[in-house]
């Protein structure tokens, strides 16, 4: 079972389909961090060996956000206009993937229409 911290860039749905896949999900909004900065969501990620799920492209700059020093970034990239639905469809590709879930720790994730990359690769 993984444990993920939501960013408040996602929709708050996107617990939810976590916790239909099994794992745990603690939304930035429900902890008094919705407004805050990446830095201190990554804080506040590492201090409690959460993985980060967002739809902030920041997180994906490993020069500021190194892969290694987290329990796992995960950059969800919709499409431009994409709905909630396409949004969380992407989120349960992740979740899908056993291959990734495995070995999500230390590593950052894309997650796009029909593919996932990994930094660094798996």
Do not use: C, W
Request: glycine share 8%; charged share 20%; hydrophobic share 45%.
């Amino acid at each position: 079972m993984s444990y993920f911290l939501v960013d408040a860039s996602l929709p708050r749905a996107a617990g939810d389909v976590i916790r239909a896949y099994g794992h745990r999900a603690t939304d930035v909004r429900d902890i008094g961090l919705g407004t805050a900065a990446d830095e201190d969501i990554a804080d506040h990620a590492q201090r409690h060996q959460l993985a980060i799920l967002t739809g902030d492209q920041d997180f994906g700059n490993v020069q500021v956000f190194p892969p290694a020093n987290y329990s796992g970034i995960v950059v969800i990239r919709p499409p431009n206009g994409a709905n909630t639905a396409v949004v969380l469809s992407l989120i349960e590709e992740f979740l899908k993937d056993t291959n990734v879930m495995n070995n999500h720790r230390a590593h950052l994730f894309i997650v796009e229409p029909g593919r996932i990359r990994a930094r660094p690769p798996i």
